[in-house]
């Protein structure tokens, strides 16, 4: 029987590659002789770098650069160079993600994406002219200005002084002007895929400040605070590049870095899951499969918009091949995803537990909940043994 294993990661606690390694364990104590085709995945957060190079057969490059809080030591960021290096692929997550930063350290107002900014600088010094840039992950909320100055964009107050500091979320509500005169010349010549895991605008309730704000440390006053700043530096970025980014689905995504992307850099907005869909192959490794396990940290309404499950549900209920889904966590709003193509969704944890308890058992936890599905998926037919 060929199953086929097909996560993303647990963030902050396995990679997607752990994750596939426990999986197989359970599926092997029920079926020692299976065919456990393992296939890692990311939506443009963390390991979507990973998953690139392992399906190109790329390399990966290391910088120190610029981590999500200014003035802290930097961080060691890698990005992956394919097609002989005429391709780079970035992960914000590897330079600004939020897993870099202490839980007392969380607070969108002082963080940034000025390292991610460096690592594509980096990219570019090394020839790459085609970017892929996912930007799931994020610590902060800045609407993509620290990557921007980090590329040569200047921004100006009011009363005509330049902000020198890092660009954070606090210091959107200073914006009054942009200069793109200083943009690195090699961007000219640069085609850039954004790979969002979202598809979020930048304002409103459905916005970046409300809807990813408080996973970043936010309470409701910096909620409200960062909303403010960004309605107040959206005008003069939309006016420097010529459109209207505001209500553009992805805009949002990464606290504005999407709309940053978009407007000052014509960045092509897509799908990260869907882009590492395409590169795996997928349709290839789904093909004579009896079932797809799969799995994630956190189900909830938020993954209908453009997460790895949803992707995934669409293409095995197309293919007729059921899904099951072990996660840490079932949300509100998970049920709908049984219209797009899951077959069930199985909780990681046995029974009560504390969030540093499951995630330091989350192997075990992962091969024990596997064993468990594999023995139900077999009782509907044993033959399928």
Not at 33 to 42: H, K, M, R, S, T
Not at 52 to 58: D, H, I, K, N, R
Not at 313 to 332: Q, S
Request: glycine content about 14%; some cysteine.
């Amino acid at each position: 029987m060929k199953i086929l294993l097909a996560p993303d990661s647990f963030k902050g606690s396995l990679s997607a590659v752990q994750v596939c390694k426990a999986l197989r364990v359970g599926v092997e104590r029920v079926l020692p002789d299976a065919n456990c085709v393992a296939l890692p995945l990311a939506d443009g957060g963390e390991g979507t770098t990973a998953a690139l190079v392992a399906a190109s057969g790329g390399r990966l490059l290391r910088r120190w650069v610029t981590g999500p809080l200014p003035g802290s030591p930097p961080v060691q960021a890698c990005f992956g160079l394919l097609d002989g290096g005429r391709t780079a692929v970035i992960e914000m997550a590897a330079a600004s993600g939020l897993p870099l930063l202490r839980p007392d350290q969380r607070d969108p107002r002082h963080t940034s994406t000025y390292g991610t900014g460096e690592l594509v600088a980096a990219a570019l010094a090394s020839g790459a002219r085609h970017l892929i840039i996912g930007i799931g992950g994020s610590a902060s909320h800045d609407l993509g200005t620290g990557l921007a100055q980090a590329l040569g964009v200047r921004f100006r107050r009011a009363d005509g002084s330049w902000i020198e500091a890092v660009m954070t979320g606090a210091t959107l509500a200073e914006v009054a002007g942009v200069d793109l005169g200083g943009l690195l010349p090699a961007l000219a010549g640069c085609s850039i895929a954004l790979a969002a895991d979202v598809d979020n605008p930048l304002l409103g309730p459905s916005g970046a400040a409300t809807v990813y704000g408080p996973q970043k440390g936010a309470t409701a006053a910096i909620v409200a605070e960062l909303e403010a700043a960004t309605a107040t530096a959206i005008g003069p970025i939309e006016a420097a590049c010529g459109r209207s980014l505001r209500d553009l689905p992805g805009a949002g995504a990464a606290g504005g870095l999407g709309a940053a992307l978009i407007g000052l850099l014509g960045a092509t907005p897509g799908s990260g899951i869907d882009l590492v869909l395409e590169a795996c192959d997928f349709e290839t490794h789904l093909a004579g499969a009896s079932l797809v396990l799969s799995g994630e940290g956190r189900l909830d309404g938020q993954t209908l918009r453009g997460k790895t499950i949803a992707a995934l549900a669409r293409r095995c209920r197309k293919a007729g091949v059921p899904l099951v889904v072990i996660a840490g966590a079932l949300g509100e709003g998970t049920e709908a995803l049984y219209a797009l193509g899951v077959t069930s969704m199985v909780s990681l944890v046995p029974g009560p537990m504390t969030l540093e308890a499951a995630m330091a058992a989350s192997p075990a936890l992962l091969t024990d909940a596997a064993e468990r599905v594999v023995r139900l998926f077999l009782a509907t037919d044993p033959r399928k043994s």
